[in-house]
């Protein structure tokens, strides 16, 4: 009986755990349209997912699905961004993977990523944020594999979320 009572305990703790952390959801716009979510470990850790679609319309234009996946420090290294009015600055800095496909050209790449950027958090629960989320991995298009590079140059964001 100790020991179902101990697990209840501790599945109730984690749960609480859980949902006590900062979490934020929006949107993320560069060269792609993105829907992006972050959820805070404690002050200094967030995991970060997105997932983009391409906005070029036209002729020619490609349609496709790609997500990004990283897990960031934010003030690495104990550096802090120096003005704090009302709100916070934070920088950040993280490690992860990232795929996509494109329909139309069947192409589609997966690789590591990484994840650099700066935020403001307001003193109301809202975030603006400039990102950069290079790729580089294997690019595939048909029945040629090769390396992408692409995800280099690209990934430029200003992103805007809600903080819950």
């Not at 009986?1 to 209840?8: E, G, Q, S, W």
């Not at 349209?33 to 391409?54: C, I, K, R, W």
């Not at 420090?73 to 934070?90: L, R, Y």
């Not at 809202?126 to 280099?152: C, E, H, K, M």
Request: avoid cysteine.
């Amino acid at each position: 009986m100790k020991k179902y009572l101990l697990i209840a305990v501790m599945a109730i703790a984690s749960v609480a755990y859980a949902a006590a952390q900062p979490r934020a959801i929006g949107a993320n716009l560069g060269g792609s349209l993105g829907f992006s979510y972050q959820h805070g470990f404690g002050e200094a850790n967030m995991l970060d997912v997105a997932v983009y679609t391409p906005i070029a319309v036209g002729r020619g234009s490609v349609w496709g699905i790609s997500g990004i996946v990283t897990y960031d420090w934010i003030d690495p290294f104990g550096a802090t961004v120096p003005w704090n009015e009302k709100g916070e600055w934070h920088w950040y800095m993280g490690v992860g993977g990232a795929g996509g496909y494109f329909f139309g050209g069947n192409t589609g790449y997966v690789g590591a990523a990484g994840h650099f950027g700066i935020e403001y958090d307001f003193w109301f629960p809202f975030q603006l944020s400039i990102d950069w989320r290079p790729v580089i991995g294997v690019g595939i298009a048909g029945s040629t594999v090769g390396f992408n590079t692409g995800g280099l140059y690209e990934g430029l964001t200003i992103g805007v979320r809600y903080k819950f």
